[in-house]
């Protein structure tokens, strides 16, 4: 008895940390309870507690028609974190559904960089809508992060910055963020920016040095050693990797004479570090960039064109086949075996192309490592392939009673594992030294050369060494 009940505690120990930081199933259901029995107070209630990401999943989750009345329900409890945390494919129709009232509210609590976010996949009439919600200095803070081009540092940043002249001492800048209105500093910063006369910046204080030193000391002597000054201009993949390589907080953006214009903050950073690694693994899947919340057509519409590109790998692939086809009618036992050599050959690929396509995305593949790895994963799949090869040698053997099958099946599997380790890694280095995304295109190659190098090895052999 006691045995079962340790199995029962295990069990939801282990159900309590599957479900760890994820929405409670029946705080769920009851949110859409209230919903449905329109009762407003209680949903108000049930909903305090969630962080607004919390809700932006619930919204994301739920079905447009339970999410329309729940958003008309919730009303002017709708927090502008709400928004900024909503997946932007269903974004636009959660705007659609405030009131202009309660819109205009919860944009004003979010700063600079997170309306930008907010507003630029949007059509023109909720643009305006939103800007028109906002202060004339935000939104004219907001047009102008607008106004530097998508995927830049200068779309990232926000324009809410802490800095203090490079002559000023703790006690000063202490004095002055507590004489600055609250509505001209930023919700969260991290640092002071230092700056020079001519507002270059020159380095940062982080708010533990400046808390923790004496108000005489100067700013200067209490710098960050890591300072990185990011250009509008940078692409925000290369300020993500900065920030992940450096190890940042946030950084100063300047404009192309060096001026202080914004600052970027590690949250930013991150989700656009997070929004690339999900980004290549949908490629490599070929099923695009969409998300849970799309609907069917637009799924189908973005799944096509690599089913399609399957489709004529596949027909290559058949076309080789084909080519065999009195070897085939004449030794049944090709038919059976030729799938495990290409099935063999594209799983090693897809190992060594996920490994290059990634090294690819940190920049850890480069020029002075390239041939290594290629040779690594060469080597790696001869090793393999001779492993597997004694095995498929022996089922052939074993199974047909055919030594000759078993010497061509197990030559065929070695050759095609060695293809696969270097068109796995060589196939996204060329494409990415031609400009190509590896991760969008290596898959399709890839498949291609494993299943035509298998099928051809596989069944030329056979040809000549058992006909």
């Known amino acids: 008895m006691s045995d079962q009940i340790e199995e029962l505690e295990q069990a939801a120990v282990e159900e309590d940390e599957n479900e760890a930081y994820s929405l409670d199933r029946k705080a769920v259901a009851a949110i859409l309870t209230a919903v449905e029995e329109g009762d407003q107070a209680g949903l108000t209630a049930l909903m305090e507690p969630l962080h607004a990401a919390d809700i932006a999943d619930l919204l994301e989750q739920v079905d447009a028609d339970d999410r329309a009345a729940l958003i008309r329900l919730y009303d002017r409890e709708f927090d502008g974190e709400i928004l900024s945390e909503l997946h932007e494919s269903i974004r636009e129709e959660v705007i659609s559904l ?147 390589q450096y190890h940042l907080i946030s950084a100063p953006v300047v404009d192309d004479e060096g001026r202080l214009i914004g600052v970027i903050t590690i949250d930013d950073a991150m989700s656009v570090l997070d929004e690339e690694h999900e980004e290549d693994i949908l490629r490599l899947a070929g099923v695009g960039e969409g998300s849970l919340s799309d609907r069917v057509i637009e799924t189908t519409k973005q799944r096509l064109p690599w089913l399609a590109v399957n489709l004529v790998t596949a027909i290559a692939a058949s076309m080789v086949i084909s080519q065999f086809e009195a070897a085939i009618t004449q030794i049944v036992a090709l038919a059976v075996l030729m799938p495990i050599v290409a099935s063999m050959g594209g799983n090693a690929g897809t190992q060594s192309l996920t490994v290059a396509v990634r090294a690819i995305a940190t920049r850890d593949l480069t020029g002075s490592n390239v041939w290594r790895v290629i040779r690594r994963e060469c080597l790696v799949g001869l090793i393999n392939g001779l492993i597997f090869a004694a095995v498929m040698g022996v089922v052939g053997i074993v199974w047909f009673g055919s030594p000759a099958l078993g010497y061509v099946i197990a030559t065929a599997m070695v050759v095609n594992m060695v293809v696969a380790g270097l068109a796995g890694t060589g196939i996204p280095i060329l494409l990415e030294r031609f400009g190509v995304d590896p991760a969008l295109a290596s898959g399709a190659f890839v498949t291609t050369v494993t299943d035509v190098v298998g099928f051809f090895a596989f069944l030329g052999l056979a040809a000549l060494v058992l006909l």
Not at 200 to 226: A, F, W, Y
């Open 98 to 244: 405030l009131t202009p009232e309660v819109l205009s509210e919860a944009v004003r609590e979010l700063d600079s960089d997170d309306v930008v976010d907010l507003i630029e996949d949007l059509e023109n009439d909720q643009q305006e809508a939103i800007l028109g919600a906002l202060e004339d200095v935000d939104r004219v803070a907001v047009e102008q992060a607008l106004s530097w081009p998508e995927y830049s540092a200068g779309r990232l940043m926000q324009r809410e910055v802490v800095m203090a002249p490079e002559h000023w001492t703790v006690g000063q800048t202490i004095d002055h963020l507590r004489k600055t209105a609250e509505e001209d500093l930023p919700d969260q910063f991290y640092h002071i920016v230092m700056v020079d006369p001519r507002l270059h910046p020159v380095g940062n204080v982080t708010l533990g040095k400046l808390m923790r030193s004496k108000r005489d000391t100067l700013l200067k002597d209490i710098l960050e050693d890591t300072f990185q000054v990011i250009p509008a201009m940078r692409d925000e993949g290369d300020v993500a990797y900065a920030f992940n």
